[in-house]
C-alpha cells in the first residue's frame, strides 16, 4: 500500500506538471505586434484555430494584432488597415469601417465614450463615405 501511496503521488504530481506546462504553452495574444503574419496563419491551420477560439472566448483580444491575422486568414479576408495614429479623439484612428460602427454604437448609448472620441469617428465616417472607401 506505501508503494502504492508514493506511485499516486508521482503521478498527480505529473500530471500536474503537465497542466502547467499546457497552460504555460497557450500563450495570450500580444496587444501591440503580431506574433505571426496572415500569411503563417494561413498555412498553420491548427494554430490558426487555436488562436481563433483564444480571441472568441475572450472578447478583449479581438483587436489585437494576432486575432486580427487569424480572423484574416481564416477568412482569406485582408487584414485590417492600421490606424494612421494611437489617438482615438483623431479620425485617422478609425481607418476600419467595423470598428468606426461599434463606436458610433457606443456613441448612441447612455454612457457614451468622450464627445471628442464619437466626433472623430464620425468625422472618419464621413470622409469615408465621401471617398466611398470605407474599408470593411
Known sequence: MKGYAVNGYKTLVVASLGVLASGVASA?????AAEHTVEWYSSHAAERRQVNRECMNDR???????C???VAAETG?????????DDMTQPGYYVDKRQRDIVLALCGVNHPPPAAVCSAAR????????KGSGRQ
Not at 478583449?60 to 494576432?66: F, G, K, L
Open 28 to 32: 495570450h495574444p500580444l496587444p501591440n
Open 60 to 66: 478583449t483580444y479581438e483587436n489585437y494584432p494576432d
Open 68 to 70: 486580427r491575422n487569424a
Open 77 to 85: 479576408a485582408e487584414a485590417p488597415a492600421q490606424p494612421a495614429t
Open 123 to 130: 468625422n472618419a465616417a464621413s470622409a469615408a463615405n465621401k
